[in-house]
């Protein structure tokens, strides 16, 4: 067994997390955990329909020391595991890890690192999505992929729809790469080297991007804009489409009807 499993701390949020976790307990055992850090045991979080255990509930199972803050979390383990960690890991952080660390990244790297990379994608007009896992490194989302996997957009996928099959093939994503870091097999490649020979293009999406999109003002947009908008920003419960976009999506489907009932009735 690697040496990795010496003492990992696991990071994470929502269901995917808690999966991930037990699959690293039953392949490593619970005393190779030195401790787990999530979301605050007293806080409703807003992703408790995908999980029937949050991860303080997974720590306290197996008695795990479970942490809220990573400022909390003391200097007791040597490889970190990240997954939908909602926070960036500091430098003073990262180099308490002497064996370094992992990232289970929602979406493609290099194309879109940085946050809600589903929305962008569909506002993209992507045809391929995926998710990654890569090496952690003081760069957000600039670490070596260790492994990533590649699923088509659906013509009417919405930023929800798209989030639920990332997990899907995140956690299968997750399970092959921890399997071969144990074994040794594992490896990688740099971002910048597919960037060079693969002419990935490297786009970084930040939270006032989201935002942005968040307060935009009701212009004029053809149905197509109208419709892809609306369902790059359909991430129920977290985020909901502006109510602007949603009485304009709601108008020009009317308008359709109407619209396609009356060409029916002249036929």
Same mark, same amino acid.
């Given at each position: !067994?690697?040496? %990795? ?24 055992? /619970?005393?190779? &955990? ?27 199972? @197996?008695?795990?020391? @479970? @942490? ?15 997954? !939908?960690?909602?926070? &960036? ?12 660390? &992992? ?34 490194? #003081? ?34 994503? @997750? ?17 910048? #080297? ?12 930040? !939270?006032? /991007? ?13 149905? #197509?804009?109208?419709?892809? %908008? ?8 977290? &985020? ?9 999506? !709601? ?17």
């Amino acid at each position: !067994m690697s040496s %990795l499993t010496n003492r990992v701390v696991f990071a994470g949020t929502r269901g995917l997390a808690s999966r991930c976790l037990l699959f690293v307990i039953e392949t490593c055992g /619970k005393d190779h &955990i030195a401790g787990v850090l999530g979301a605050s045991r007293y806080q409703k979080t807003w992703w408790r329909h995908e999980t029937s255990e949050e991860l303080w509930q997974v720590a306290d199972r @197996f008695g795990i020391p @479970f @942490f809220e803050s990573i400022d909390d979390v003391p200097p007791l383990g040597t490889f970190l595991v990240s997954v !939908m960690w909602n926070k &960036i890991f500091p430098a003073h952080i990262l180099a308490r890890f002497d064996g370094g660390g &992992i990232n289970l990244h929602p979406g493609p790297l290099p194309e879109y690192r940085g946050s809600f990379a589903r929305t962008h994608a569909i506002l993209n007009g992507e045809r391929s999505f995926g998710v990654t896992v890569h090496y952690l490194s #003081e760069r957000v989302d600039r670490g070596d992929i260790i492994g990533e996997l590649q699923f088509p957009v659906l013509p009417s996928e919405t930023a929800l729809s798209l989030d639920t099959r990332a997990q899907l093939y995140g956690y299968a994503l @997750f399970c092959q790469v921890w399997l071969r870091l144990l074994d040794g097999s594992a490896t990688s490649r740099s971002q910048d #080297e597919l960037i060079a020979q693969e002419r990935r293009k490297a786009c970084f999406y930040p !939270m006032r /991007k989201m935002t942005a999109l968040l307060d935009s003002s009701d212009v004029p947009r053809s149905a #197509e804009e109208l419709d892809r %908008l609306y369902r790059a920003l359909y991430l129920p419960p977290r &985020i909901e489409p502006p109510k602007w976009l949603v009485e304009r999506v !709601m108008t020009n489907e009317v308008r359709t009807l109407l619209r396609d009932s009356t060409a029916g009735g002249k036929a």
